[in-house]
């Protein structure tokens, strides 16, 4: 979807990688994660209170951008967002729930939950690691479950959860187009107001090859910082102990 969205024009799109390659807003999520899903006593120490996403932030983390996909960390503040920008557009792409529930598991759980990204999330602190709890605290918030195995049970009840609240919120019912990739560019362009591209086929990307290489990329980028790390690691006690033993 995003794809088709860049060949009508939209060439900023905010999408489920945009975090990974500029986390430059990551406190800023992770705060609205924590304010929306987490208990206080959970969230906060005793002087910080996370607070919840306005207008204002939504405007400062995705107003360069002209539209938004519906991957985390957006699809948590669907409603938010629909509500906030009422002239917007919403597409609602349909998927079977059993194709989508195999995805998820295998291509976004599976890695969130391995022990390799355990140990980079340790000795990568400021980049895997914060990467790692934030999207860990976005799913449990989003699919109601502490654990991989709870995710997993809540994973089709959620998304049909998620399809009734984007219908329920999202007014006038023009706004709204609830659109299969296999409907091509007919109704998608209706819907947003644009031509139909001339001599260029509907995109299908091939999604599990895509999200494979994209997390195999930030692991790479992941395993750069852990090199320095161990390496700053080494010298310090090199020094120390030069220090203490003279």
């Known amino acids: 979807m995003t794809e088709a969205l860049h060949i009508l024009g939209h060439t900023h799109v905010y999408h489920g990688?945009?975090?990974?390659?500029?986390?430059?807003?990551?406190?800023?999520?992770?705060?609205?994660?924590?304010?929306?899903?987490?208990?206080?006593?959970q969230s906060t120490t005793k002087t910080t209170h996370p607070q919840a996403l306005t207008k204002p932030d939504f405007d400062s983390l995705l107003g360069q951008y002209s539209a938004v996909s519906g991957d985390f960390p957006c699809i948590a503040f669907a409603a938010e967002l629909i509500q906030t920008y009422?002239?917007?557009?919403?597409?609602?792409?349909?998927?079977?729930?059993?194709?989508?529930?195999?995805?998820?598991?295998?291509e976004i759980l599976a890695p969130q939950?391995?022990?390799?990204?355990?140990?980079?999330?340790?000795?990568d602190p400021l980049f895997a690691g914060k990467i790692?709890?934030?999207?860990?605290?976005?799913?449990?918030?989003?699919?109601?479950?502490?654990?991989?195995?709870?995710?997993?049970?809540?994973?089709?009840?959620?998304?049909?959860?998620?399809?009734e609240l984007v219908r329920r919120v999202t007014w006038p019912r023009e706004r709204l187009l609830e659109f299969r990739l296999e409907d091509g560019w007919g109704p998608l362009c209706e819907h947003l107001g644009v031509d139909v591209p001339r001599d260029v086929a509907f995109p299908w990307l091939n999604e599990r090859g895509m999200?494979?290489?994209?997390?195999?990329?930030?692991?790479?980028?992941?395993?750069?910082?852990?090199?320095?790390?161990?390496?700053?690691?080494?010298?310090?006690v090199a020094v120390l102990w030069r220090v203490v033993v003279g």
């Open 17 to 41: 990688w945009t975090l990974l390659s500029d986390p430059s807003s990551l406190a800023q999520w992770t705060s609205g994660i924590h304010a929306k899903y987490a208990p206080p006593a």
């Open 211 to 236: 999200v494979g290489k994209v997390l195999w990329r930030h692991k790479v980028r992941s395993a750069g910082h852990v090199v320095v790390n161990l390496a700053v690691g080494v010298v310090f």
């Open 132 to 163: 790692l709890r934030f999207y860990k605290a976005a799913y449990r918030g989003f699919f109601g479950a502490r654990d991989r195995d709870g995710i997993e049970a809540n994973l089709e009840r959620r998304y049909v959860e998620y399809h």
């Open 86 to 106: 009422p002239t917007a557009r919403v597409i609602l792409v349909q998927r079977s729930p059993l194709p989508w529930r195999a995805s998820m598991t295998s």
């Open 113 to 123: 939950f391995a022990l390799s990204n355990a140990v980079f999330g340790h000795l």
